[in-house]
């Protein structure tokens, strides 16, 4: 997903914005929300999702296509983390997401894996050097540090840390800034900035492995479903929305609460892993025909596809003619909020590559405008300015 060498005003104030330190994060952050916010303004609001999900109207409040701050700000701060959650609503998305895991004792915290070598410092403890062990984890062996061998107490001694510094390594500066947030933190932060700002603050909140810890007896969706209920966010009309790759993982949370959910796809010829170990032979594959998407319409309202399952890219990474997903979706009343866009070369479709600097960023404006077009009701996005800047320039075309 990626562009480079062109110096627009748009890339120098993302730039800006990743090396400034915490103070004035606060002051750019607004003023590039208010360009993004405003910029829409002179022509109509996008209308609402409305009528789409089995459950009704969803996200009523919120514009479409909605941008979705990958684990928060993630190609500004270390992902997962207070700072990251707070710099994405700064900069004006209108969604922000979160991957739960659990610890040890059956806290939920925030991490895109339990596998926390690449995330914090823990590698620098000593005295959890004989925590570092090697998992099979949804048929894959790894080998580091994982939450379930951590009490919530021994996870709060870790500091986060950047998980691609090769990448970004102007992140690395905000190394050891924050700890691990718990998901009830976030909670209570997302209720504390929404008194602040007078609105709901939107959460996007995803269940990581639910039939690997449901096997260690650390079952993620009936804690989920408690915190929920607990802070209000349960209902239909709540202003989260909850996902998994793995669909048993929804349905099971639609028999907790009635808060929307959502479906994560994969690539085309992978294979959920709640439906691999249960006996399921269908793909995702089978899951995007209109006979998969009724099925998923049944316990869920949405899907978060991969970018790659709306327009499918050839060997040499450039894209290739659209898919029908989206229609296919809508004809279903599912909304679709694919994943997930960057700004780095690295990561773009080739088309929207810039120079030869992996690292530096493209035409990520391109890039979105091209999925934009498929109709898509959001997309998540790592540097959620940027996609605001794309979202304003699209809607008032």
């Keep these: 997903m990626t562009q480079g060498a062109r110096n627009t005003p748009g890339r120098r104030t993302v730039l800006g914005a990743a090396v400034l330190g915490p103070a004035a994060a606060l002051a750019l952050p607004a003023a590039t929300a208010r360009a993004a916010q ?25 514009p479409v296509p909605t941008v979705i701050g990958h684990r928060g700000a993630s190609g500004y701060r270390p992902e997962h983390t207070l700072g990251s959650y707070q710099l994405a609503l700064d900069l004006g998305a209108h969604i922000i997401e979160q991957d739960l895991v659990p610890t040890k004792d059956g806290h939920l915290v925030c991490r895109h894996e339990n596998d926390i070598t ?35 107490a021994e996870l ?15 992140n690395t500066l905000y190394d050891g800034r924050w700890t691990i947030p718990t998901f009830e933190e976030v909670l209570r ?51 989260i929305f909850l996902q998994s790759f793995e669909p048993t993982s929804m349905r099971r949370m639609a028999q907790l609460v009635s808060a929307p959910r959502v479906v994560l796809l994969g690539g085309a010829g992978s294979r959920p892993w709640d439906l691999l170990t249960g006996g399921d032979p269908r793909t995702v594959a089978d899951l995007v025909t209109p006979e998969g998407l009724k099925w998923i319409a049944s316990f ?9 399952l709306i327009i499918p890219k050839d060997a040499a990474g450039r894209l290739t003619t659209p898919t029908t997903l989206v229609r296919d979706a809508h004809a279903r009343k599912l909304l679709l909020h694919p ?19 992996p690292n530096a960023f493209g035409d990520a404006f391109g890039a979105f405008r091209a999925y934009f077009e498929q109709g898509i009701d ?17 809607v008032s075309r």
């Design 189 to 239: 932060w997302a209720d504390e900035q929404g008194r602040r700002l007078g609105r709901r603050v939107w959460l996007y909140t995803e269940t990581k492995h639910p039939t690997y810890f449901r096997s260690l007896g650390l079952g993620l969706e009936e804690p989920f479903a408690k915190l929920l209920r607990r802070y209000g966010r349960d209902r239909a009309d709540s202003a």
């Design 118 to 152: 690449a995330t914090t410092d823990v590698a620098d403890h000593p005295e959890f050097a004989g925590r570092r062990t090697t998992k099979t984890i949804d048929g894959t062996a790894l080998t580091g540090w994982f939450t379930e061998d951590f009490t919530l």
């Design 38 to 62: 405003t910029a829409p303004a002179a022509v109509p609001a996008a209308a609402p999702a409305a009528g789409r999900g089995n459950g009704g109207p969803v996200g009523r409040d919120l």
């Design 156 to 170: 709060k001694t870790l500091r986060a840390t950047e998980r691609i510094p090769g990448n970004r390594p102007h």
């Design 300 to 308: 869920a309202q949405g899907i978060g596809p991969t970018l790659d």
């Design 339 to 357: 994943y997930t866009l960057r700004n780095e070369n690295a990561f773009l479709p080739a088309d929207f590559r810039r120079g030869t600097d």
């Design 378 to 394: 959001g997309i998540f996005a790592d540097q959620p300015d940027t996609a605001l800047l794309a979202r304003a320039d699209f």
